[in-house]
């Protein structure tokens, strides 16, 4: 179905994709950034319409994938890419994409799904997300080497135990999954620690970034992540 994505050029190395009939609660950023040696594909959305061919790359060139937390609007398309990294806290459950992980099970009655059909007969019931067992776990303190740039992965719980963020620390690019964005925060789902993400939030005070893509919302740069971060903090420290 043409159009189920749209595609935003950010800058001449980096595009961001969306679904933009999927509703707001699970329409995720997808972020492609264009290295020397491979390529990285931040998080695939839903996978309710096939993402691979959204993503241009050279010929012959790696892609990596990486999930930054198994949560459904991030690792529906997953499965369709052969180089998948993502957190080892939830590695063996990628390889079953367990609804009780992922929460899949939360779109399959989602009032107003999508606002289009990616297809006739499609029904938000029948939503499933295949296996995409990892081909390289992630962990805090490893590197993502795409030769003209290398992330440092950072594990940041609270909206999720296994959340992970990537950082190149020369540049000060941050793609920060759903660690934090410029949205509405999300910590009251069955596998969120409040405790764990106001931890967070004070150590992404002191992160030197220069912009944060994140997994909701718009880009950010560092005041901005300062102000969601402390307001955050105020809000939740005391609870």
Do not use: C
Request: net charge negative; proline share 7%; no cysteine.
């Amino acid at each position: 179905m043409p159009g189920w994505f749209t595609k935003s050029i950010v800058d001449d190395r980096t595009t961001m994709l969306t679904e933009p009939f999927v509703h707001g609660y699970v329409r995720a950023n997808i972020w492609h950034l264009r290295g020397r040696d491979a390529d990285l594909l931040v998080d695939t959305g839903m996978g309710i319409r096939p993402l691979a061919p959204e993503i241009e790359t050279r010929p012959g060139k790696p892609l990596l994938v990486v999930a930054t937390h198994i949560h459904l609007d991030h690792v529906g398309s997953l499965h369709e890419f052969p180089w998948r990294a993502g957190p080892k806290m939830s590695a063996a459950q990628f390889e079953s994409m367990d609804e009780a992980a992922t929460y899949a099970y939360m779109f399959h009655d989602l009032e107003g799904a999508v606002s289009k059909l990616p297809e006739p007969g499609w029904k938000s019931a029948d939503y499933k997300i295949p296996s995409a067992p990892l081909t390289r776990t992630l962990d805090e303190g490893d590197v993502i080497d795409l030769g003209d740039r290398q992330f440092r992965v950072l594990h940041l719980p609270g909206h999720s135990p296994d959340s992970i963020a990537l950082f190149d620390e020369a540049d000060g690019l941050f793609f920060s999954g759903d660690a934090i964005y410029d949205d509405t925060l999300i910590d009251s789902l069955p596998d969120s620690d409040r405790a764990a993400y106001v931890s967070t939030m004070q150590r992404l005070l002191d992160l030197p970034i220069r912009i944060g893509h994140g997994g909701h919302g718009p880009s950010f740069e560092r005041k901005r992540m300062r102000e969601i971060a402390t307001a955050y903090i105020k809000k939740t420290g005391d609870i």
